[in-house]
């Protein structure tokens, strides 16, 4: 579902961020992706949702190859992976209801539809009576819940999480954590990167460790 | 229609341009005032030209090509004199005036002076061809060349074609349209530089927006369309504006000419640009004004493309 193979990033000035890393991520596959500050995890996301190139290297991601496409190619190909950032980025002048359905906008579908998918998504959120709501008017862990029911509301067969409990207490990452899994056992591939041991800990899943430059396999959670 | 994806991709990007024009009231509605003020001078240029296009066709129609003959020239070579001149493109009709029907419509268009005529033992008028120019020709060389013509005629006195009027009418007309055209121009310039200035503030102001939409999938053309929407209703409104000022404005200007008497100017009417002027106009404005907002904010054109 995912396959990177020997991809290198570096920036001007500075070694690379990522060095000839290689792996892969089978369909239906729960990954965590770990490593200290600065060791790539957000470069890597950026490459993997096409945002920033490699210097070398190629990524398939929901098996399209996104750093060999157009941009018109590569907003296709977005289409089937959902995005989860650690800030959010809700719209601040937009509803939790127009929030969640920008997607399913973008691919034209029909405004009965939106409703009622949007109310099934926030429904599995534990969000359905925030609709019309504004994002400030939620605490940290609703706009969280917000932003996981947008990136899922189009069904993605990839959900891309980048550190999405950064901003978050211990309870609130966990409850976080238990929709992502559920989005997971609903069919999605999930990768969370996290740079948290305790939630790597309590959900044993398999871990891709970035650093140096490298990326290292350290199999289920409980072994980092 | 409706019930495609594509067009409701489009309805999403009209909401978003309204949304986007919405949360700038005051912005948009001052980039609509001074596109507005380019557009008015584009329209008052156009105004001004298209009326003396009118004069000058309106002169063609009631000012005749008169060839006065010399005294003691034949009837019959002034009827082949007029046939000749028919047959030149330039001419509706032709027609030989001897010169005693010469004096009985003198007498009839100035009946106060008419009964001086009759002192004369002959008709002291010459004998005339007159040559009526088809409506819609107002090439001034064409005019000049077919007069000279004529007067290389050996039974050619003179050759009248209004030569003052017709010749000053066409350098006002030239210097209307290098100098409105050069105005307009520039006032186009200056009011689709307006738009584009204000799309691309319009566009960082929602650089959020944009990325969300483009992490879930908008395509680098969908993205721009909202802003060819916010082009295309400014570029509407500005022209609205522009032309109901400048339909007031010429309204007021031309009550005020009605006081020249009619004689004066041959009776030519003023009036304001066509409705096919008008439509074509506010059509023309949008678009181009939708197409500049759109390229203002393509990838490498200065934007902040986030991507």
């Known amino acids: 579902m995912i396959e990177v193979q020997s991809l290198t990033r570096a920036f001007a000035g500075s070694p690379p961020v990522l060095n000839n890393i290689s792996f892969r991520v089978e369909r239906g596959e729960f990954v965590f992706l770990t ?10 996301f950026r490459i993997l949702i096409g945002m920033d190139q490699p210097n070398s290297g190629t990524v398939r991601v929901a098996d399209q190859p996104v750093t060999q496409f157009t941009r018109h190619q590569l907003a296709l190909a977005r289409r089937s992976i959902g995005v989860v ?19 399913l906008e ?20 534990g969000m359905p009576h925030r609709q019309q709501a504004y994002p400030r008017q939620l605490s940290g862990g609703e706009q969280q819940r917000v932003a996981i029911a947008r990136a899922l509301v189009h069904d993605p067969q990839v959900l891309l999480a980048d550190e999405p409990t950064g901003n978050l207490d211990t309870e609130r990452s966990f409850s976080i954590l238990e929709l992502l899994r559920e989005a997971n056992a609903r069919g999605a591939t999930v990768v969370v990167a996290t740079h948290s041991a305790e939630l790597i800990e309590k959900y044993h899943s398999r871990v891709l460790v970035l650093g140096d430059g490298g990326i290292r396999d350290a199999g289920s959670g409980g072994s980092v | 229609m409706s019930e495609t994806p594509a067009a409701r991709q489009l309805q999403f990007a009209a909401r978003l341009a309204m949304q986007g024009l ?3 009231p005051l912005t948009t509605m001052l980039t609509i005032l001074t596109a507005s003020l380019s557009f008015f001078a584009i329209v008052t240029a156009w105004t001004i030209a298209a009326n003396l296009d009118m004069a000058l066709l309106r002169f063609n129609e009631v000012v005749r090509v008169s060839v006065f003959l010399k005294p003691g020239a034949s009837d019959a070579r002034g009827k082949e004199i007029a046939s000749q001149a028919a047959r030149n493109a330039l001419v509706r009709e032709a027609r030989y005036l001897p010169p005693a029907d010469a004096a009985e419509r003198f007498r009839r268009q100035f009946p106060d002076i008419g009964a001086a005529l009759d002192q004369f033992p002959d008709p002291p008028l010459l004998p005339t061809v007159e040559a009526a120019l088809k409506p819609g020709d107002t090439d001034l060389a064409r005019v000049q060349a077919f007069a000279a013509g004529l007067q290389k005629l050996p039974e050619v006195d003179s050759v009248d074609y209004g ?16 100098i409105g055209g050069a105005l307009a121009l520039l006032a186009a310039v200056i009011g689709l530089f307006t738009v584009a200035s204000v799309v691309r503030l319009s566009y960082a102001r929602r650089a959020g927006e944009m990325h969300i939409l483009s992490v879930f999938g908008a395509t680098p053309v969908f ?3 909202p802003y060819f929407f916010e082009g295309m209703f400014i570029g509407a409104a500005s022209s609205v504006l522009a032309l109901l000022a400048a339909a007031f404005g010429s309204s007021w200007v031309f009550s005020e000419l009605a006081v020249i008497p009619e004689s004066l100017y041959s009776g030519f009417g003023f009036s304001f640009l066509s409705w096919g002027a008008v439509l074509t106009f506010m059509l023309v404005a949008s678009l181009v004004s939708g197409l500049i907002a759109m390229i203002s904010v393509r990838p490498g054109a200065g934007s902040e493309w986030i991507e």
Do not use: C, H, M, W
Not at chain 1, 92 to 101: D, F, K, L, Y
Not at chain 1, 116 to 125: D, E
Not at chain 2, 164 to 170: G, W, Y
């Open chain 2, 163 to 178: 030569k003052d009027v017709r010749e000053a009418l066409d350098r006002l007309s030239a210097a209307v349209y290098r």
């Open chain 2, 22 to 24: 919405a949360r700038a």
């Open chain 1, 85 to 103: 950032f650690q800030d959010f980025k809700l719209l601040p002048n937009r509803t939790v209801a127009e929030n969640v359905s920008l997607p």
């Open chain 2, 223 to 225: 993205l721009r369309i």
């Open chain 1, 35 to 44: 490593g200290p500050s600065g060791a790539g995890k957000t470069t890597l």
């Open chain 1, 106 to 125: 973008v691919l034209g579908k029909p405004p009965a539809q939106i409703r009622a998918r949007v109310f099934k998504v926030l429904t599995r959120v």
